[in-house]
C-alpha cells in the first residue's frame, strides 16, 4: 500500500490559490524530492501536509496509509507518524530538550497504544542518538532552538526525527543555513535512519543536498504544479540549465 498520497491538491492561503492540483505517491522505502524555484509553493506543500493553521485546502486529498488526514489537527498528524522538518524551526523558550523529546516520543508511543519510555533508558537512547549527529550534551540542556545556529537546529531536528521513528519525514530545505560538514551529518542521520520501511519527501532549491540523500525520483514545482519528474538525473539537468525552461512550461 502507498504511505502518503497526495491526490490533485489544491490549496490557498486565504483567498490566493498556491498549490494548484498536486498528485504524488510515496511508497514506502522511497525518497522523493522536490524542487523548484523561489516562490513554487515548496513550504506552503509541506505546511499543507503538516497541517498548518493558516492552509485551507480547497480540493483533493492527502492520505497517509490509506487514510485521509485532512480533518487531524497537525499533532494528531505527527502522532500518525508524519514528521515535518521545517525551513525555520520555532524556538521553545523555557522548554527544556530533553523533556521536549520526551514527550513527543511518548505522545507517539501512547497513540500507537504503547508504554510512556523509560526515562533512564530514553536519557541513554538521546545522548547515543545525538552523538551520532554531532550534537553536545550541553545543548540538551538548553531551552529547545533557542539561540541555536541555523545548522544546531537543523542537527536537533534530525535528532526529534531518529528518536520519533515517524511513518514519512518531509524535510523542507534542510540545506539552508548547513555548512558542509553540517550538511553530511544531517544527510547521514537521514540515511542511516532510512532504515525500515519509512519514506522521505525530501523539499529544496539546490541540487547540493541531493548529492547526500540520493532520491529515487525528483519532482519539479513550479507555480504550484508538478511540471516534470523524473529520477535522480533529472535534479543534475536542474543545476546545469536553471528553472527557466520548467517556469515557462508552468
Ligand atoms: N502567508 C502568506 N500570505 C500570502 N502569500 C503567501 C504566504 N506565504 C507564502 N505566500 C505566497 O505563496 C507562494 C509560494 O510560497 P512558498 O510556498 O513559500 O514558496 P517556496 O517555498 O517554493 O519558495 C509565493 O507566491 C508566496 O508569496
Ligand atoms: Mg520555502
Not at 58 to 83: K, N
Not at 224 to 246: C, M, N, P, Q, T
Amino acid at each position: 500500500m502507498p504511505l502518503l498520497e497526495i491526490e490533485n491538491l489544491h490549496a490557498s492561503i486565504g483567498d490566493k490559490p498556491i498549490l494548484k492540483g498536486i498528485t504524488l505517491t510515496i511508497n514506502p522505502t522511497e525518497i522523493h524530492a522536490i524542487m523548484g524555484p523561489n516562490g513554487s509553493g515548496k513550504s506552503t506543500l509541506s505546511y499543507v501536509l503538516a497541517g498548518r493553521e493558516g492552509y485551507e485546502v480547497t480540493d483533493g486529498d492527502i492520505r497517509l496509509d490509506g487514510v485521509s488526514i485532512l480533518d487531524m489537527e497537525a499533532d494528531e498528524r505527527a502522532r500518525a507518524g508524519l514528521f515535518l522538518a521545517f525551513q525555520y524551526p520555532v524556538e521553545l523558550p523555557g522548554v527544556g530538550g530533553m523533556s521536549f523529546l520526551r514527550g513527543s516520543v511518548n505522545a507517539r508511543r501512547i497513540a500507537n497504544g504503547e508504554d510512556e519510555i523509560d526515562h533512564i533508558a530514553f536519557v541513554k537512547t538521546v545522548r547515543e542518538a545525538a552523538a551520532n549527529l554531532g550534537i553536545k550534551d550541553d545543548m540538551l540542556k538548553r531551552a529547545v532552538n533557542v539561540g541555536f545556529s541555523g545548522g544546531e537546529k537543523k542537527r536537533y531536528e534530525i535528532l526529534q526525527m531518529a528518536l520519533l521513528e515517524p511513518r514519512m519525514a518531509i524535510l523542507d530545505e534542510t540545506d539552508s543555513g548547513l555548512d558542509v560538514d553540517a550538511l553530511r551529518i544531517v544527510s547521514e542521520g537521514v540515511n542511516s535512519l532510512k532504515k525500515d520501511d519509512m519514506g522521505v519527501l525530501v523539499i529544496t532549491h539546490y541540487q547540493r543536498l541531493l548529492d547526500y540523500i540520493i532520491p529515487d525520483h525528483v519532482h519539479i514545482l513550479a507555480d504550484g504544479r508538478i511540471v516534470k519528474s523524473g529520477d535522480k538525473s533529472l535534479a543534475l539537468e536542474v543545476e546545469k540549465s536553471g528553472y527557466g525552461d520548467f517556469t515557462n512550461a508552468a
